[in-house]
């Protein structure tokens, strides 16, 4: 039985249990000490961050530091339960939002968490949530945010409040940060899409209920940043629609599963034959779902990755792969899967792919990449027909005779210039696409193998490995590999100021760093 609820309006997050810190075998100096000791019980990252420059400046070492946060801050028992009603201020804005905590809750214990998302984000005002309800499922701790018509969930500032809530909570409860999912149910099954393709590294799984992917293609929807639907090949989903349901049928959201699938997605799909836009299906689907839950804990450090961001709102990140600049356009060397490519039957192929007359992609190799066509090129006129900018220049392309030469005026850096050449398209299949994206984007596949990392890039100008212990080596080389070329190969030197500067970010004991690998990919 769910426990009755307590609700507290206040939270306060406490600091550690006074206790000698645990290091390395030795004693560590009182400085040392005590910066350790301030940056496990600090209430913010801002403020961990600046325990973390005492830290470096008192001389911990690097094993001194790693002990400390691998055994993490010591959670005081006197902590609020049952319902805390909270607020989480991002810019000018109060995002509030609801915690449930059990009441049995243990600080010795480490606690799932689901955040859940809820639907109906066209109302006009906030509204805090009152707790799980009827969707409650094993013992663990639930976090509840709040959407509204100027606060949806697929916005900047929704990505930015729950990654403060996140940091929050784990700095009160102690929880297992390898059991942390996202749910949601309608408009919050949708975000849970959404917060999937732009910020996967907090979470163990995806589990959207009565959502669409659909929805997010809405060109009317108050929607922040590019998605790329490769991005869900990085985590597991458990996906629940109904048959008759009136808004997001499983007519309509299945194609987009199958496509998931397709391209390696791990899905475990529930279709409700009978069920309408509600959750009556919960006891029947609960112990499933909590058991999908149990088998798929977060590997903190996976050894594949494959990453693609418009690196808006901090969304570079995966894991241990951070993109941290944009990389000129440049035709693809080698095509990288992609679930947002939808292929249809085969046909006259140039070589591109575009959104209306806007170049997005070059195939190395082809008969676009011999005009010399680059991705961002606007083609304005096919020979003397100006084309105007809504129409599907791949379509026009199509009507040339194979063999016919060819005339492309295009707009590149703001001034305009011809290219010529002999049209002769391959014959393969056309690739649409499922987002059109609206600007520039970089991609980065990665395969660990030991100490070995070898990437395939898109795009991509600059971006950092970050080393973790638990995953490499430290005392033999690492070598990177990028697009067939050797990038580096080395040892690395463990950083205490690395470490604790990523600790402090993260707020992970599970998930540490030693170094990272700054690496030029342009």
């Known amino acids: 039985m769910h426990a009755p609820h307590r609700i507290v309006t206040g939270l306060v997050v406490l600091g550690l249990l006074t206790s000698p810190l645990t290091l390395t075998g030795r004693a560590a100096s009182p400085a040392v000490e005590r910066a350790l000791s301030q940056f496990l019980a600090a209430a913010s990252t801002a403020d961990a961050a600046a325990a973390a420059e005492a830290a470096v400046k008192a001389g911990a070492t690097f094993d001194d530091a790693l002990a400390a946060v691998t055994r993490g801050r010591t959670y005081p028992a006197e902590v609020p339960r049952g319902l805390v009603r909270l607020t989480h201020r991002v810019g000018s804005v109060d995002y509030p939002y609801t915690l449930e905590v059990p009441q049995t809750y243990d600080p010795a214990k480490r606690y799932q968490v689901r955040v859940q998302l809820h639907g109906g984000v066209g109302r006009p005002e906030a509204a805090p949530r009152n707790g799980i309800g009827a969707l409650a499922g094993a013992e663990q701790i639930y976090v509840l945010p709040t959407a ?136 029947q689907v609960k112990d499933t779902y909590e058991r999908f839950v149990t088998a798929h804990p977060r590997a903190p450090h996976p050894d594949r990755l494959s990453w693609e961001s418009d690196l808006t709102a901090g969304t570079g990140r995966a894991h241990w792969l951070v993109i941290d600049t944009l990389g000129p356009p440049r035709p693809e060397a080698v095509r990288l899967p992609d679930v947002n490519d939808i292929a249809s039957a085969p046909e006259a192929n140039f070589g591109i792919r575009a959104d209306g007359t806007t170049v997005t992609a070059v195939s190395a190799g082809s008969n676009a990449a011999s005009f010399g066509l680059l991705p961002g090129d606007v083609i304005t006129k096919i020979g003397e027909r100006v084309i105007p900018p809504p129409v599907d220049v ?45 600007g520039p984007s970089a991609r980065v596949d990665a395969v660990r193998t030991g100490n070995t990392v070898a990437l395939t890039t898109r795009r991509v100008g600059r971006l950092t490995l970050l080393v973790s212990p638990d995953a490499f080596d430290l005392s033999q080389p690492i070598t990177v590999t990028a697009d067939g070329r050797q990038l580096f190969s080395g040892r690395v030197t463990p950083s205490v100021a690395t470490l604790l500067k990523w600790a402090a970010r993260d707020n992970d004991r599970t998930m540490l760093y030693a170094a990272e690998v700054p690496l030029v990919i342009e």
């Open 394 to 438: 791949v379509d026009l392309l199509s009507i040339n005779d194979p063999g016919s030469a060819l005339v492309l005026t295009i707009r590149r850096d703001g001034a305009l210039r011809e290219l010529r050449g002999t049209y002769a398209p391959a014959t393969a299949p056309r690739i649409t696409s499922t987002f059109t994206h609206r």
């Open 148 to 283: 509204w018509s100027a606060a949806e969930w697929w916005t900047d500032g929704q990505l930015e409040n729950l990654r403060g809530i996140l940091d929050r909570v784990k700095r009160t409860y102690n929880v297992d940060e390898n059991r942390v999912v996202m749910s949601g149910v309608s408009d919050g099954g949708t975000g849970t899409y959404y917060f999937s393709m732009r910020d996967t590294t907090p979470f163990a799984a995806f589990l959207p209920l009565n959502g669409a992917v659909a929805v997010l293609r809405n060109q009317s929807l108050k929607r922040d940043g590019d998605l790329f639907p490769n991005n869900f090949t990085n985590k597991p989903f458990f996906i629940v629609n109904g048959g008759r349901d009136p808004l997001y049928p499983t007519s309509l959201v299945e194609p987009y599963i199958e496509q998931m699938v397709r391209g390696g997605v791990t899905v475990t799909y529930l279709p409700q034959p009978d069920a309408v836009h509600n959750t009556a299906w919960w006891p």
